[in-house]
């Protein structure tokens, strides 16, 4: 079993929808969370961390559950610049080594 | 955050022979390591770059095929040796800043092997 697993997409969205999705984690211990942006032929870049109560960052909202071990993104009045690749990070307790999710594609469409 | 750059940007390269990525950050950092991105693949860690020791490597990789240097704070090297066309990849460096867990990229470096 992976430890980060993420839905591929692609979530294919009009400008201005609100798109939102998922990212599980099997190690119970993780204990730092984050969302990358990659886009075509770049390297990743940190869109933002994920708190345990739930954060924004403009239109971007992160929430992580860990009863049930998941992480959300929700992109809300999305824009064709949101169209990209987002990477599911975790990192476990005591260890400086990250576990990248699959990413999950999404394209926005004017 | 902190500035990375990585040379050579791109290469191709014959099977059989070898390829030094230099990786560059413009503060002293802590942590730096090396990842691989395999065509339509999320990022594997290759290894971890200790200043003044061996790297330390994940499962998978070994020393004789991915060299390592990190002689001070703000530089690394990953060698890759002996190369195939599996090699085909990106490769990219990382750094952790002191007090953050969060992880930096270079833009990374597309290397082809034919």
């Known amino acids: 079993r992976k430890e980060v697993e993420q839905d591929p997409g692609p979530f294919n969205v009009p400008e201005g929808a609100t798109v939102a999705f998922n990212c599980t984690y099997s190690n119970s211990a993780s204990q730092s969370f984050f969302w990358y942006r990659q886009d075509c032929r770049k390297e990743p870049k940190l869109l933002m961390s994920v708190y345990s109560s739930g954060n924004e960052d403009g239109r971007f909202t992160a929430q992580l559950n860990r009863a049930s071990q998941y992480i959300s993104l929700l992109i809300r009045d999305s824009k064709l610049s949101d169209s990209a690749t987002y990477l599911c990070v975790v990192l476990e307790r005591g260890d400086y080594k990250l576990s990248f999710g699959a990413g999950t594609t999404v394209t926005v469409r004017a | 955050s902190a500035v990375i750059s990585q040379k050579p940007s791109r290469d191709i390269c014959q099977r059989g022979t070898s390829l030094t990525i230099q990786c560059q950050v413009d503060s002293q950092v802590t942590m730096m390591f090396w990842y691989r991105q395999q065509p339509g693949q999320s990022l594997t860690l290759i290894a971890t770059?200790?200043?003044?020791?061996?790297?330390?490597?994940e499962s998978g990789f070994v020393i004789d095929k991915f060299p390592i240097s990190r002689p001070n704070l703000t530089f690394s090297t990953l060698t890759v040796s002996n190369m195939s066309p599996e090699d085909s990849s990106i490769y990219l460096c990382s750094v952790s800043l002191d007090t953050q867990e969060t992880q930096y990229f270079g833009p990374g470096t597309r290397l082809l092997v034919l």
């Open positions: 770059a200790n200043q003044g020791s061996e790297a330390t490597y």
